[in-house]
Nanobody, 123 residues
């Protein structure tokens, strides 16, 4: 049974930082391209960050502020979020796509999803 479990969300003031974690089980972690998405109330789920074949890729809205990383030994992917803004408030989801997916920025490209963790940024 595949499980992706996010943690690390919470309430933070604008300008603050949070680090989200996503622990995976039931999959061969190194065989998947991991990504982060978010969904604000009344909006569609949107892409945040993922890995490319040799690097990382970010949505323009978070570039320079967020960093995605992974630890294959711990089957965990992280999202370090700095300089948070109120518009970053959303439920954040991690997801897993087959490693053969070259540019995984669409929700339809991901096979497995976590339950989400709430991030609230106050002004």
């Amino acid at each position: 049974q595949v499980q992706l479990v996010e943690s690390g969300g919470g309430l933070v003031q604008a300008g603050g930082s949070l680090r989200l974690s996503c622990a995976a089980s039931g999959i061969t972690f190194s065989g998947y391209r991991m990504g982060w998405f978010r969904q604000a109330p009344g909006k569609e789920r949107e892409f945040v960050a993922t890995f490319t074949r040799s690097s990382t890729y970010y949505a323009d809205s978070v570039k320079g502020r967020f960093t995605i990383s992974r630890d294959n030994a711990k089957n965990t992917v992280y999202l370090q979020m700095n300089s948070l803004k109120p518009e970053d408030t959303a439920v954040y989801y991690c997801a897993a796509a087959d490693r053969s997916t070259l540019f995984a920025t669409q929700t339809s490209q991901y096979a497995y999803w976590g339950q989400g963790t709430q991030v609230t940024v106050s002004s």
